[in-house]
């Protein structure tokens, strides 16, 4: 099952606007299989995955 969080970042900087969007994946008990940031450039295309659960990989691009 794929739950997207509610939570949505924007990020401005002086040179770009980012975005940034947390996906949660949990089994059918809800138990969290995976957790992990992506984030999006001005152009909505995605740039970088952040995974944060069960291993904290920092962030990669893509």
């Known amino acids: ?10 990020i401005r900087s002086y040179l770009c606007l ?3 969007m947390q ?8 138990n969290t299989i995976r957790f992990y940031q992506e ?3 001005e152009n909505n295309k995605l740039i970088e ?8 990989k920092g962030h990669q691009k893509v």
């Open 1 to 10: 099952m794929l739950c997207y969080s509610n939570l949505c970042y924007i």
């Open 18 to 20: 980012y975005k940034k």
């Open 23 to 30: 996906v949660k994946i949990v089994d059918d008990n809800e």
């Open 39 to 41: 984030v999006y450039d």
């Open 49 to 56: 995955i952040h995974q944060k659960y069960p291993e904290d």
